[in-house]
């Protein structure tokens, strides 16, 4: 089902935001994450944004779309917003590595390609 238009807004945000993200750790270390707290802070607003956006698309869709880890998504929002004394570095840079990238490829199929306007 296509997604109406503030929920393919928020998907939008989700997936550039998980590009951005992606661009920031590519081709880098788990060290090199570790010594820069700017690159930790990008990489956390970035889910954070990611978190945000995913808790605004409406219940219906996500219920639409189960292959999405909206629950995940939106709790480690939580956890950085509210919690953040207990980031756990390791864990974050499995996500900003790892569940990323598949979180991505999930998304993509999610944006609605342009409606023919006729013009």
């Not at 270390?29 to 808790?55: C, H, M, T, W």
């Not at 605004?56 to 480690?76: C, G, K, L």
Request: net charge negative; glycine share 4%; hydrophobic share 40%.
């Amino acid at each position: 089902m296509r997604p109406d238009e503030r929920d393919a807004a928020y998907i939008w945000d989700m997936l550039d935001s998980a590009r951005t993200l992606h661009g920031f750790v590519t081709g880098l270390s788990f060290y090199n994450y570790s010594q820069d707290k700017k690159l930790q802070l990008a990489v956390e607003r970035s889910l954070e944004i990611i978190g945000e956006a995913a808790r605004r698309v409406s219940e219906t869709y996500r219920q639409e779309h189960p292959e999405i880890p909206w629950q995940n998504i939106i709790a480690q929002r939580n956890v950085l917003a509210h919690e953040y004394g207990e980031i756990k570095h390791e864990l974050i840079w499995k996500v900003a590595t790892i569940r990323i990238l598949e979180i991505i490829s999930l998304l993509e199929k999610l944006i609605p390609a342009p409606r023919d306007t006729g013009i």
